[in-house]
């Protein structure tokens, strides 16, 4: 399956917003992140960011790194400018942001799409961040799956379904052209793009290979393996709500 130029793309306001530090450094202000995510008050944000820091810690990430503590100016109603403290957020902290943020808010979610699909899958798993990366283990054992948890779902490339359902890559191919041709589900609402570094010969490349939504994996498990299908279906489904109430990931021992 080709790439689809409906497939949503990087929102990019947040590209907008971003700065860079002294030493070129990429980062982006808390102050800035909480206006562009929708939040109206900064100490409700606050409470987000706390959050997250707790999320990062747990995770084993270096929070000082990613959640700098910094002092800004910014400009006040006479006109004069007064001391603020910040967090200098590096994007993968602003990711963790916007997973543990109100998903009821439309910014929240294009945030959680920009920055999701802007850290690539080597910098995930640099940061040992096992909220977003998972193995699933089928119930005979046979297999071990990488998936990948995204926006309150689960996402899973075509060779990775084809890993669980036991089949070619070539039957997952014709199977989603079969779903998204009659209409049962659309491409940008299951699609995405998740860049992977990749070794090619002596070189680091990164690819952007398409990602596939739990509906799609279920969709198209119904197909091949409707066994399968369902006993995914039935894990996934109960880990889900665990990740959303917690922000973070069980124990792989816990996922079997």
């Known amino acids: 399956m080709g790439e689809n130029d409906n497939i949503p793309q990087m929102t990019p306001s947040f590209e907008n917003i971003c700065r860079k530090d002294e030493n070129g450094n990429e980062y982006w202000s ?38 700098n503590q910094a002092v800004d100016m910014v400009k006040i109603g006479n006109g004069s400018f007064r001391k603020v403290n910040i967090f200098r957020l590096s994007r993968m902290a602003c990711m963790i942001i916007a997973e543990n943020a109100d998903g009821k808010k439309l910014l929240v979610q294009q945030a959680r799409g920009f920055f999701s699909q802007s850290v690539s ?25 990488e998936v990948i948890f ?76 409707s066994y399968q299908a369902t006993q995914f279906r039935i894990w996934a489904t109960s880990v889900l709500k665990e990740f959303i109430i917690k922000g973070y990931a069980l124990d792989d021992e816990r996922l079997t």
């Open 30 to 67: 808390s102050r800035d992140l909480c206006g562009a995510m929708g939040y109206s008050a900064y100490w409700k944000f606050q409470r987000v960011i706390d959050k997250a820091i707790k999320v990062a810690g747990e995770k084993g990430m270096n929070v000082d790194e990613h959640f």
């Open 121 to 145: 899958m080597a910098e995930l798993m640099h940061n040992s961040l096992s909220s977003n990366i998972l193995l699933y283990k089928t119930a005979q054992g046979e297999a071990r799956v």
């Open 150 to 225: 995204n926006s309150e779902t689960f996402w899973m490339s075509q060779k990775r379904m084809a890993d669980l359902f036991g089949v070619d890559v070539r039957t997952i191919n014709y199977h989603l052209g079969q779903i998204y041709e009659t209409g049962e589900l659309s491409k940008e609402a299951t699609i995405r793009k998740i860049g992977i570094v990749q070794t090619e010969g002596d070189r680091e490349v990164e690819r952007m290979p398409l990602f596939y939504n739990l509906d799609a994996i279920v969709a198209v498990g119904y197909r091949v393996n």
